[in-house]
């Protein structure tokens, strides 16, 4: 029979294996499977070319920081932000990689900070027009439109909901047609899909965007609570590449490189990106 000595030693021998063999589990997460929204170009968007997959500054800007941790990654294709997040909830899928801050989502995801990207909501208007646009009580009054793909800040939506009387369009395109047909004051937009917008339009002459951005939304990389890579050491890693990122310009240098990508694909008759 075992002295309880000898019984004790195992115990802790075991344990102590125990504990290192999941150490050594945690830190072994090569490759994780990542989606988001397929509709937000600059940031991200589905690939023309291989529907399968995302393309963006934020797919860019993960998979350098993916390569330096050690860690592959695949930006796929799963359908709307609804189905994108129910994807990344339920585990199926490890990452988003451009969600707001949604404190709805904090009981199923890990935020990483800070944000991977950071958008600026612009007053959009004609050309002329005599009214200035520079804060939200400026716009109390007057007839806006924003796309029902423009995401903005809590704190935003809840008190454009409260103070400006504003249409939903099915995308960007449909929102600045009616204000250069004088169908409404305004539009609410990102600055860079506006920009390329307007510009691929031919009419960014004609539709100005105000200086002031009115809210500044963080897109953030999400892990997933039931994806089994989410552990406090890659946590710590990509919040650290975030924050690298954040002071270096990439994200900027990534934007510009995307935005002129995004703008070359609105051109082409065949494409099927839709703001």
Not at 158 to 163: D, L, N, S, T
């Amino acid at each position: 029979m075992s002295s309880p000595r000898h019984t004790l030693t195992s115990v802790v021998t075991g344990w102590l294996l125990l504990q290192s063999m999941s150490s050594l589990a945690a830190g072994t997460c090569e490759r994780l499977v990542v989606t988001g929204s397929p509709d937000a170009p600059p940031y991200l968007w589905r690939d023309p070319q291989d529907p399968r997959h995302l393309m963006g500054a934020n797919a860019d800007l993960l998979k350098e920081a993916a390569m330096q941790i050690g860690v592959k990654v695949e930006l796929l294709y799963a359908g709307k932000r609804s189905q994108a997040l129910e994807e990344v909830r339920t585990g199926r899928m490890d990452l988003l990689a451009d969600t707001p801050l949604n404190s709805n989502e904090l009981e199923s995801l890990d935020f990483i900070h800070p944000p991977i990207t950071q958008n600026e909501i612009m007053v959009w208007t004609r050309v002329g027009q005599a009214q200035p646009f520079d804060s939200l009580a400026d716009l109390h009054g007057h007839p806006g439109a924003i796309s029902e793909k423009t995401r903005v800040t809590s704190g935003f939506d809840a008190a454009i909901k409260e103070h400006l009387n504003l249409e939903k369009q099915p995308n960007l395109t449909q929102a600045f047609q009616k204000l250069m047909l004088g169908q409404v004051d305004f539009v609410l937009a990102g600055r860079y899909a506006g920009m390329a917008l307007t510009q691929t339009l031919g009419m960014s002459q004609d539709l100005p965007a105000q200086p002031l951005p009115l809210d500044r939304p963080g897109l953030y990389l999400a892990l997933s609570f039931n994806s089994a890579c989410n552990d406090s050491r890659l946590r710590g890693q990509l919040a650290k590449k975030m924050t690298e990122l954040a002071a270096s310009g990439r994200s900027g240098e990534a934007i510009a490189r995307n935005l002129e990508l995004w703008k070359a694909q609105l051109q082409q008759p065949t494409s099927a990106v839709n703001q």
